[in-house]
């Protein structure tokens, strides 16, 4: 179990690309999971020290406040609201911006992760973006009419609980699912459980991360070696970390549904950064 006020603290960034406050949850070199906030007029561009560009994919997901997220290669750029996450694949540029009067909270699943050379590492050695750009003028002169051709050109595309592909834990939709990510190394759920949800222990295969978003949870781990391991119960913030071959059962006890995010990790041994 992870409260959010014991996870480890880093500030990243620069006076060219702006500054980011992280709260790490978990980094491995499987998954890379952290919060992060944006304060109300923040933002994180990019610098020479600090290229916003990594190897591995990463999901963005908004747990409060409102975002525009850009990729200043191409002027690509969408506003976030909370409850909605950004998929960003792979050797895409990316900037982020909070003009609003609240905070935005983001919780961030990067996988293969930083311990794999996936991210600093990686984005110092791409070439420099040459010009940010903050209006995308491939469809000028062409609006409404290039809409769905904009939308099949997107590399930065929003997901929602609605958006996702559905679907049930086990058979009961009182612990409905929504996977918004599934590349070959990060999987990215969004879940909701509901008062009164009884299901089986099922097997973690991938190394994972659950962030509680909202309610509370109860988390029972039972191991094929010590058999019943422990039950821990989370509040809104607090995340758990589920290794492979551990078995997991969420259960509900209040009268409002527990809502969570769950990001999972896969990344072969031998694996390297695209050059």
């Known amino acids: ?62 747990a409060e406040g409102r975002m525009i997220i850009a990729d200043p290669s191409t002027g690509e750029m969408h506003l976030m609201k909370a409850g909605e996450g950004v ?61 769905h051709e904009a939308k099949q050109a997107r590399r930065l595309p929003i997901m929602s609980f609605d958006t996702g592909l559905l679907s049930f834990r086990d058979a009961a939709p009182t612990h409905l699912r929504s996977t918004v990510v599934d590349t070959d190394y990060l999987t990215v759920m969004l879940g909701e459980v509901h008062p009164g949800h009884v299901e089986d222990f099922a097997s973690v295969t991938s190394e994972s991360v659950l962030v509680l978003i909202e309610g509370e949870l109860w988390v029972d781990v039972w191991t ?10 989370l509040q809104e913030g607090d995340a758990m970390f589920l290794p492979i071959g551990v078995f997991e059962r969420l259960l509900v006890r209040r ?15 031998g694996w390297t950064p695209p050059a």
């Open 87 to 147: 998929v960003i694949p792979a050797t895409t540029w990316h900037n982020a911006f909070n003009p609003y009067s609240e905070v935005a909270r983001v919780i961030e699943f990067f996988s293969p992760p930083p311990a794999r050379g996936a991210a600093s590492d990686f984005a110092r050695r791409q070439a420099p973006l040459e010009a940010a750009h903050y209006v995308d003028e491939r469809w000028s002169g062409r609006w409404p009419a290039a809409f």
């Open 255 to 269: 009268h409002t549904p527990a809502r969570y995010v769950l990001g999972s990790g896969s990344v072969p041994e």
């Open 224 to 233: 094929e070696d010590d058999g019943y391991a422990s039950t821990t119960v």
């Open 1 to 62: 179990m992870i409260r959010r006020e014991d996870v480890a603290h880093h500030v990243w960034g620069d006076t060219v690309a702006g500054f980011v406050t992280d709260r790490v949850i978990s980094s491995t070199d499987q998954l890379h999971v952290l919060e992060y906030e944006l304060p109300p007029r923040g933002e994180f561009r990019h610098s020479d020290v600090n290229p916003t560009i990594f190897g591995g994919d990463v999901l963005y997901f908004l």
